[in-house]
């Protein structure tokens, strides 16, 4: 670099003193796509949208099929548990009663 | 992620896909274009229009780039040709001399909006103007774009050597409007 080119930048700089209006650029190429018959399309592509709505779907149904699972196997606990309840409010005499009855009918 | 040129090269050469590799080439390109466009022509509308022709032409001319230059080169190169047919028509238009369409671009551009520099910047602006429009040329690219004697040699078909006398006569020049106003 020279030192008339040094004491210029010192001056002045290289800053451009020039604006645009705003979101000029965006507006420009979107006006050069139209001329020229492009659909621009904002994000993603047009696959990926598909990919991305079959793997959503995918999700939902891996995630009711767990979500059913689970709640089944929460049924049977409760029944177990509810079963244990009972039995834990009779008395052996009572139960035994109750079978020996039960087998004599 | 953003496609090499060699890819979009490929994608351009296919008309399925020839639209949307160019709206990614006006994507990529359109600032640095604008820019080098304003510098010269200073304001806003007129770099507008003469950067709306660039790509056009380069649209329609697709099929005439050889390859044998760096694909931003050869839009630089339709860009500045675009830029110097207009400030040659806006001269042709008015009927007046050089002189005389230089002063109008400095009124345009002390009127301009989108004008936000400084006395200084202003300044400079002014004394840029005073050069031929090749060296005006050649001292933007080099001062504000840092561009290499090797690609200014690409874009503009001027040997470095050429290039750097210009360059330098023109820094030399500038200065001394620099000093002599202090």
């Known amino acids: 670099m020279t030192n008339r080119e040094n004491i210029l930048l010192?001056?002045?700089?290289?800053?451009l003193p020039f604006g645009v209006p705003e979101n000029y650029f965006n507006q420009f190429a979107l006006q050069i796509e139209d001329q020229i018959g492009?659909?621009?399309?904002?994000?993603?592509?047009?696959?990926?949208?598909w990919m991305f709505m079959a793997a959503m779907f995918v999700g939902v149904v891996v995630m009711?099929?767990?979500?059913?699972?689970?709640?089944?196997?929460?049924?049977?606990?409760?029944?177990?548990?509810y079963e244990?309840?009972?039995?834990?409010?009779?008395?052996?005499?009572?139960?035994?009663?109750?079978?020996?009855?039960?087998?004599?009918? | 992620m953003s496609p090499t040129e060699e890819e979009l090269l490929l994608q351009l050469s296919?008309?399925?896909?020839?639209?949307?590799?160019?709206?990614?080439v006006v994507r990529t390109y359109q600032e640095r274009l604008y820019w080098h466009i304003r510098k010269m022509v200073l304001?806003?509308?007129?770099?507008?229009?003469?950067?709306?022709?660039t790509f056009m032409k380069a649209w329609n001319g697709i099929d005439g780039f050889r390859g044998d230059s760096q694909f931003s080169t050869?839009?630089?190169?339709?860009?500045t040709n675009e830029t110097l047919t207009f400030l040659t028509s806006k001269r042709m238009r008015t009927q007046n001399s050089i002189d005389d369409v230089d002063e109008t671009l400095l009124q345009n551009l002390q009127a301009d909006t989108y004008f936000n520099g400084n006395e200084l910047q202003m300044k400079l602006q002014k004394a840029i103007l005073t050069l031929p429009e090749k060296q005006r040329?050649?001292?933007?690219?080099?001062?504000?774009?840092?561009?290499?004697?090797?690609?200014?040699?690409?874009?503009?078909?001027?040997?470095?050597?050429?290039?750097?006398a210009s360059y330098h006569y023109a820094v030399k020049k500038i200065e001394k409007l620099f000093s002599e106003e202090e």
């Open chain 1, 10 to 15: 010192e001056k002045v700089g290289k800053e």
């Open chain 1, 38 to 49: 492009h659909k621009h399309v904002v994000g993603r592509n047009v696959f990926k949208s």
């Open chain 1, 64 to 81: 009711g099929q767990l979500f059913y699972a689970s709640h089944q196997r929460t049924l049977a606990r409760n029944a177990d548990n």
């Open chain 1, 84 to 105: 244990t309840y009972v039995l834990s409010q009779v008395d052996e005499t009572s139960l035994v009663d109750y079978y020996v009855d039960e087998s004599n009918k």
């Open chain 2, 14 to 24: 296919q008309p399925k896909s020839r639209s949307g590799a160019f709206s990614i």
């Open chain 2, 43 to 53: 304001s806003h509308e007129d770099a507008n229009d003469v950067l709306q022709n």
């Open chain 2, 74 to 79: 050869w839009l630089y190169r339709i860009a």
């Open chain 2, 137 to 164: 040329l050649v001292f933007n690219m080099k001062y504000f774009d840092d561009i290499t004697y090797e690609e200014m040699e690409a874009i503009l078909g001027t040997s470095v050597g050429a290039l750097k």
